[in-house]
């Protein structure tokens, strides 16, 4: 398991519900985040994440549209991106989680739920994988937001 510090600010980032990464680091306003990098598991979500999610999110994890926020005539959104140039940053662990396990249905959305297709641990490295795609700017802005709002 390698670990890398990152010291970043996230202060610019979280301000308003943003999708442009703020740039530089604030001396005045530094978090410290120690980012995981499970090599094994990363590798298994990626293997999974083949499997079931590409089809719809892209080989990459990059989406099948960039314009990722235009919902279609029946109002329904294309899959965005998960590699954390769109939106998926913003959502603490558990929301990721539930996402996915639940899928979109009910919110009038498109995406299929994965309970009792994938468990907890396939769903995670699936996460760990996407996340490993994430610049640290981004990864510690999510990290921040993920410890508030547990
Ligand atoms: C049939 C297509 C489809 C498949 C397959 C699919 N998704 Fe999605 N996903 C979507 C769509 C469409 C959205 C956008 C939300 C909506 O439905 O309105 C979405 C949204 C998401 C989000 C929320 C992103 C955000 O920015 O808020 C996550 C996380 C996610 N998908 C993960 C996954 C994972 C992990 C898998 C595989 C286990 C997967 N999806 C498989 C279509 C799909």
Redesign the pocket.
Known sequence: MKKIILLFSVLGLLAACSDEPATGVDPQNKTEVVRSMDFAAISRGGQL?QQ??A???GQQAQGLSENWRQADQEG?????P?NGT???WH?PKRV?VS??KNG?AK?G????G?EGK?NDAEINS?IAWFQSKWSDEIYAAWYKRDQEFK
């Not at 329904?76 to 965005?80: A, G, V, Y």
């Not at 959305?109 to 299929?112: C, E, K, R």
């Open positions: 994440f079931n999610c089809v719809c999110h329904k959104l294309p899959p965005p998960l769109a939106h998926a959502h990721l996402t996915i979109t919110l959305g498109n995406m299929p994965w994938l699936i």
